[in-house]
């Protein structure tokens, strides 16, 4: 019987790590002694950071998706499938699709995060997001339809994917009403759940005052416990209420139900060492991206590197050698600051972010590195 | 080793999570909290010593005790 690698999730993570490990344990793959199998319920792979532009017109939902059959080697199977429980005493994996499970040796959990935005009354119905394909679908329609008002975007749940969209939004949003000469009509009010804008203390000192420049109201210690969708209110904990004409909401996180239900961590999420990325209550189980609590943000890079040090790992398991490779929580992130101005961050766990000044060709790099993402979901960059 | 003689009612380990994580796994849990309980937040990240109080000051919850006395912090807050 070969030795049999699942890996959970056709996200970022997942598909670099599959291609990742075709290269590395090729000659294991073509010898018929490991198995790689990657699992996604949907056949087509998403890079969701191309969410943010849609809104303002400036991508389509197709930009964003391509058939993982594409960009995973043919040494890896995939199985377009979902997982309905995970064993983790018997290593088997039940899938909806087959008749028997499929047993693994190692385990990567891989599954990203979901948006449950039934966990605050009236958020599903009074607002909207860009943080799914048709939320950013229904928000283009909505920012289009806008003339005049109140744009209330709401961090309403962390962690979430992507710590730095919210920024990026209403910095868009800003620099996008003033060209099309509306938004002296338009007021743009950014509420956080702690007592800053960010909840990096460094990211929160540099976007401060550039909010302030922007006359972009901020609301903090802003913790959404209701919203009204006929009143058009949204309501903190704290006791603020704040009128919208539209809400852009973040909504709160959770991970998968199928990992929850294995006790893998709470709310869907894996608990895990962060820095060897193995689980902490379940033997020869890695996760990585969103779905790892590492604490460093649930971003593309971090689910990119973590792949990286996931793959070391376990070829040095195949081989029957030492796991030596750590994740030392690196993480980069463009940011932009307008809709030709960017900044970028690269910090870790011990290194805090520095955001450099924005500039015009930061802006030009975010998109084409969203570009050429392409080469690093086949594994080549 | 602590002084504090405090009987949570429930406790959230948010040891090892970067900030904002501790403070938000305390507001999460006081979502759920009914009034009177007493929540233990254990923190290894020194940025919760201000941002605990500053938000427990916010919420008009209370901050009842800080055990600085190991190598993480608790807190313990009475829900509002």
Same mark, same amino acid.
Request: glycine share 8%; net charge negative.
């Given at each position: 019987? *070969?030795?049999?690698?699942?890996?959970?999730?056709?996200?970022?993570?997942?598909?670099?790590?599959?291609?990742? =490990?075709?290269?590395?344990?090729?000659?294991?793959?073509?010898?018929?002694?490991?198995?790689?199998?990657?699992?996604?319920?949907? *056949?087509?792979?998403?890079?969701?950071?191309?969410?943010?532009?849609?809104?303002?017109?400036?991508?389509?939902?197709?930009?964003?998706?391509?058939?993982?059959?594409?960009?995973?080697?043919?040494?890896?199977? =995939?199985?377009?499938?979902?997982?309905?429980?995970?064993?983790?005493?018997?290593?088997? #994996?039940?899938?909806?699709?087959?008749?028997?499970? =499929?047993?693994?040796? /190692?385990?990567?959990?891989?599954?990203?995060?979901?948006?449950?935005?039934?966990?605050?009354?009236?958020?599903?119905?009074?607002?909207?997001?860009?943080?799914?394909?048709?939320?950013?679908?229904?928000?283009?329609?909505?920012?289009? +339809?806008?003339?005049?008002? $109140?744009?209330? =975007? +709401?961090?309403?749940?962390?962690? /979430?994917?992507?710590?730095?969209?919210?920024?990026?939004?209403?910095?868009?949003?800003?620099? &996008?009403?003033?060209?099309?000469?509306?938004?002296?009509?338009?007021?743009?009010?950014?509420?956080?759940?702690?007592?800053?804008?960010?909840?990096?203390? /460094?990211? !929160?000192? &540099?976007?401060?005052?550039?909010?302030?420049?922007?006359?972009?109201?901020?609301?903090?210690? %802003?913790?959404?416990?209701?919203?009204?969708?006929?009143?058009?209110?949204?309501? +903190?904990?704290?006791?603020?209420?704040?009128?919208?004409? #539209?809400?852009?909401?973040?909504?709160?996180?959770?991970?998968?139900?199928?990992?929850?239900?294995?006790?893998?961590?709470?709310?869907? &999420?894996?608990?895990?060492?962060?820095?060897?990325?193995?689980?902490?209550?379940?033997?020869?189980?890695? !996760?990585?991206?969103?779905?790892?609590?590492?604490?460093?943000?649930?971003?593309? +890079?971090?689910? $990119?590197?973590?792949?990286?040090?996931?793959?070391?790992?376990?070829?040095?398991?195949?081989?029957?050698?030492?796991?030596?490779?750590?994740?030392?929580?690196?993480?980069?992130? %463009?940011?932009?600051?307008?809709?030709? !101005?960017?900044? %970028?961050?690269?910090?870790?766990?011990?290194? *805090?972010?520095?955001?450099?000044? *924005?500039?015009?060709?930061?802006?030009?790099?975010?998109?084409?590195?969203?570009?050429?993402? &392409?080469?690093?979901?086949?594994?080549?960059? | 080793?602590?002084?504090?003689?405090?009987?949570?009612?429930?406790?959230?380990?948010?040891?090892?999570?970067?900030?904002?994580?501790?403070?938000?796994?305390?507001?999460?849990?006081?979502?759920?909290?009914?009034?009177?309980?007493?929540?233990?937040?254990?923190?290894?990240?020194?940025?919760?010593?201000?941002?605990?109080?500053?938000?427990?000051?916010?919420?008009?919850?209370?901050?009842?005790?800080?055990?600085?006395?190991?190598?993480?912090?608790?807190?313990?807050?009475?829900?509002?």
């Amino acid at each position: 019987m *070969p030795e049999e690698i699942a890996i959970l999730g056709g996200g970022t993570g997942g598909t670099v790590l599959a291609n990742n =490990l075709a290269e590395r344990l090729a000659p294991e793959i073509d010898a018929g002694d490991v198995e790689v199998t990657l699992i996604n319920d949907d *056949p087509d792979h998403v890079y969701k950071p191309v969410w943010l532009y849609i809104p303002f017109g400036q991508r389509e939902p197709a930009d964003g998706r391509r058939p993982l059959r594409d960009l995973v080697d043919d040494r890896i199977d =995939l199985a377009v499938d979902r997982v309905t429980e995970i064993d983790t005493e018997e290593k088997e #994996l039940a899938l909806r699709d087959a008749t028997v499970p =499929l047993g693994y040796d /190692h385990l990567v959990v891989a599954t990203g995060s979901t948006l449950a935005d039934d966990e605050i009354p009236g958020l599903a119905e009074g607002g909207h997001d860009y943080y799914s394909q048709s939320g950013a679908l229904d928000m283009r329609d909505e920012l289009l +339809s806008m003339t005049e008002g $109140h744009l209330v =975007l +709401s961090v309403v749940g962390t962690p /979430h994917m992507c710590p730095a969209a919210p920024l990026e939004f209403v910095f868009m949003a800003d620099d &996008w009403f003033r060209q099309r000469g509306l938004r002296d009509d338009i007021e743009i009010t950014y509420t956080y759940p702690i007592n800053r804008v960010h909840g990096n203390p /460094h990211i !929160a000192e &540099w976007a401060a005052p550039i909010m302030a420049d922007r006359d972009i109201n901020v609301e903090t210690f %802003f913790n959404a416990e209701s919203v009204d969708p006929d009143a058009k209110t949204i309501t +903190s904990m704290e006791g603020t209420e704040l009128d919208y004409d #539209l809400l852009a909401a973040i909504p709160p996180h959770r991970g998968v139900d199928v990992v929850e239900a294995a006790d893998l961590g709470d709310r869907g &999420w894996v608990d895990v060492d962060k820095h060897t990325l193995e689980a902490e209550r379940a033997e020869d189980v890695y !996760a990585l991206g969103d779905a790892a609590t590492t604490g460093v943000p649930k971003a593309g +890079s971090v689910a $990119h590197y973590q792949a990286g040090v996931v793959a070391q790992r376990l070829e040095s398991e195949v081989r029957g050698r030492p796991a030596t490779a750590t994740y030392d929580g690196k993480t980069l992130c %463009f940011i932009e600051t307008g809709t030709d !101005a960017a900044s %970028f961050v690269e910090f870790d766990y011990e290194n *805090p972010p520095s955001p450099a000044p *924005p500039s015009e060709k930061l802006h030009w790099s975010k998109l084409a590195y969203n570009e050429s993402y &392409w080469l690093t979901a086949r594994g080549l960059l | 080793m602590s002084t504090i003689d405090i009987e949570p009612t429930d406790t959230v380990d948010a040891r090892g999570a970067a900030c904002p994580g501790p403070l938000m796994d305390l507001i999460g849990r006081v979502r759920s909290a009914s009034s009177g309980d007493v929540i233990l937040l254990l923190s290894d990240n020194d940025q919760s010593l201000t941002d605990v109080s500053e938000w427990v000051d916010e919420t008009g919850n209370e901050l009842l005790a800080v055990d600085e006395s190991g190598d993480d912090y608790g807190f313990y807050v009475e829900v509002a």
